[in-house]
């Protein structure tokens, strides 16, 4: 008996110490696995190459002077500080900023998750469970015993072929997306600020105009009217004259309307109720020009930096990177796991050596056979990888084609605003001479209708494209991207790096 118990020891001793021998081994070989770092399978994204002509030939040198620093708080050019107070109050209040702005943290937040299978998991559990067993069973049938468990369970999965790196890279690229479509907002928000409240200085410009036409044609009633009383004019030049009087008192409600509406759509691109900004709003003031050139930078640089250009670049690298994580699907996974507790079947003896137990070891999981799916799933993936590429292609033609076509514009329309000058001060003489020439008898009443309708209509025009070269300017500023730098309060650059350190 003394023997037979010296040999259990001996054998007990044996296979404690195999397992201190291979505990020891495995991790050894863990941590060498995961020092040579992982074989990322996909394709490596490169940044497809663009080449944006060096310059627009249809805009001349002298409209825009190369100022890049100003494309970032392009409202200032209209040195209007009502304008520059509510592009502030835009960029806090503003509820689809903020819903950007939370976009923002959710691509945050799943890049961490992603970022998080670099790290082993550890779970913790316990139980106390009453148990009665079977009479039908041998040792202690019938007998009701009470499980006092408690461990932890860990996992760790080498990232030899890149699933975990790659799903990483795609989390940050997202992030990174999310980022630029949050500046891609801000630039739509400034500009339709702008836009708006250049709206409603042009609407009163035109509803000054038009009450001012309004107060002419009054006086020019009233000489009708006196003239028809001594029989110097006919009924039919008073009629004339109430027609033109009316079509004109017509035009006020619908300009009325429409600043109505322009004032509201800046409360709510501020976050505010509507009817709020109306009292400071109707202060008028003359349409804002800038007194200098346009102070832009080089299309092809500010292109480059346009958020929804950027945001297209950074969906492509993501999807590129989504074709390493299907790929990877097809070699095999290898993880450690372990399990460490204490169990036993008496509270007194639950914390005693005897309660404890532990398993470790690695685990291979490799589909050898799916149907075709894994394969399947990489050529979706390399399929939308394309639709990527073509979409960021036309956003590059998109924009050069914006950008084309708002310098174009506003060049073209300062031509014509000078052009409505000259006439509006020409119509103003032509007033003048008809309704003196008709006042004297040498000329007739239609003379006099021809110029007035004449002026109504040009001042019109000439305060619409006042208002258009201003919109117009914004138009540019926004084409070019205005109102944002390119990474403002970005991380994932960080999280990009640590994805590429395996390769």
Known sequence: MRKAYAGTVTASKSRKAG???????????????????????????????????????????????????????????????????????????????????????????????????????????????????????????????????????????????????????????????SE?????????????????????????????????????????????????????????DVAQAEDVLASSQAQVPPLRSELNQAMNNIALLVGKAPGSLREELMEKEDIPLPHTAVAVGLPADLLRQRPDVRRAERQLAAQTARIGVATADLYPAFSLLGTLGLESIDAGDFLTAGSRFYSLGPRLRWSIF??????????????????????????????????????FAYVEEQKRLEALERSVEASRRTLSLAVELYREGLRDFQSVLDAQRSLFNQENQLAQSRGSVAINLVSLYRVLGGGWAPGEGREAGEHREQARGGE
Not at 392 to 399: D, H, P, S, V
């Open 19 to 177: 397992s201190f021998i291979f505990l020891p081994a495995l991790l050894s070989l863990w941590i060498l696995f995961a020092a040579t770092g992982c074989m990322k399978v996909g394709p490596n994204y490169v940044p497809p190459e663009t080449k944006f002509p060096s310059q627009w030939p249809a805009v001349p040198d002298p409209a825009f002077a190369v100022e890049e620093e100003m494309i970032r708080t392009w409202w200032t050019v209209f040195e209007d500080p009502l304008l520059t107070r509510l592009v502030d109050e835009a960029a806090e209040g503003n509820l689809d900023l903020k819903t950007a702005v939370a976009r923002v943290r959710e691509a945050r937040a799943r890049l961490d998750f992603a970022a998080g299978g670099y790290f082993p998991g550890v779970d913790a559990d316990g139980s106390v469970i009453r148990q009665r067993t079977s009479e039908n069973v041998g040792l202690r049938a019938g007998e009701t015993l009470t499980f006092y468990r408690a461990g932890v369970d860990a996992g760790w999965e080498i990232d030899l072929f890149g699933r975990i790196s790659r799903s990483v890279e795609a989390a940050a690229a997202d992030y990174e997306a």
């Open 370 to 407: 799916d149907g075709g799916r894994i394969r399947s799933l990489i050529r979706v993936a390399d399929a939308q990888t394309e639709q990527a590429l073509h979409q960021y292609e036309q956003t590059i033609l998109r924009a050069m084609s914006e950008v084309d076509n708002a310098m």
């Open 180 to 236: 630029e479509d949050r500046g891609d907002v801000l630039v739509s928000l400034f500009g339709e600020i702008a836009t708006n409240y250049l709206t409603v200085r042009t609407l009163q410009a035109r509803l000054a105009s038009t009450l001012g036409n309004i107060e002419s044609q009054k006086e020019v009633l009233e000489l009708t009217q006196s003239r028809f009383r001594y029989g110097l004019a006919t009924g039919l």
